[in-house]
């Protein structure tokens, strides 16, 4: 197998607990705790433009209400998506892909980039992000991992930039889903934590699949699955894990 060329640790929405989610704030406060490698959730807006946001609605993390996805950029980005979080954060927007994407070709980070389609939208939103990525990280040496839950998103995906590395995120371990991954092309699998052992990630290793899993906040747990051999662990708990560290202590 070919070097797997993505930091250990990721933070998962940035910083997403101890900032606001999905936002520039919450990945330069990953960065302050040494992090180089991020989680982080992207859908399209109306008119096309892709953006951070997890949920499908904006009530839970921003100002505004209703569907994302019915709404334009314009509007979009006008929202205030920290104040939720705490008002040190007040005002703080949701960022575009593209305002992400550069913040981390400054800085060399990498990125896990999850495809999050508002439902209706699954292969649309796979080839406007994939499309995407080819443009902004054109020239880089180590392009974002693509995933998703939804095989449609990762469809679109691999038809548009099939360079793109892409992978399956699982959170049961429901019938067919290893073959999906593999019919997908891609290059790992991301499960809930709970659901790696040592013999998944054995068995993925021997088809050329690498494991990954989120989310991943107790030491106990980050070391069962460091000695299963995963290749990568999405926390939120970027205070408590060094990312430079193999190993975890109390």
Request: proline share 7%; glycine share 8%; with cysteine.
């Amino acid at each position: 197998m070919q070097a797997w060329p993505y930091p250990l640790w990721l933070a998962h929405r940035g910083a997403g607990k101890l900032a606001p989610e999905n936002t520039l704030a919450a990945f330069r406060l990953g960065a302050s705790h040494g992090y180089r490698a991020y989680e982080c959730d992207v859908k399209l807006s109306a008119d096309g433009v892709p953006f951070l946001l997890h949920d499908a609605t904006l009530e839970r993390t921003t100002n505004g209400s209703g569907v994302a996805g019915n709404r334009p950029w314009s509007e979009l980005s006008r929202l205030d998506a920290g104040s939720w979080h705490s008002r040190t954060y007040a005002g703080e927007p949701p960022p575009s892909l593209e305002a992400i994407a550069a913040w981390l070709l400054r800085n060399g980070f990498h990125l896990d980039l999850e495809i999050k389609p508002t439902p209706g939208t699954e292969r649309r939103t796979g080839e406007v992000v994939a499309a995407a990525c080819r443009r902004l990280w054109a020239g880089q040496d180590v392009p974002p991992l693509l995933s998703s839950f939804q095989p449609e998103a990762l469809a679109g995906a691999r038809a548009t930039a099939s360079e793109l590395p892409r992978a399956l995120l699982i959170d049961t371990l429901r019938d067919g889903w290893y073959e999906e991954a593999l019919a997908l092309g891609c290059v790992a699998v991301i499960p809930n934590y709970r659901l790696v052992d040592a013999a998944l990630v054995e068995r993925a290793r021997a088809d050329g699949l690498r494991v990954l899993c989120y989310t991943v906040n107790d030491p106990a747990e980050a070391r069962r699955l460091l000695a299963a051999g995963v290749a990568g662990l999405i926390t939120d708990a970027v205070d408590r894990f060094s990312p430079d560290a193999a190993r975890v202590v109390d």
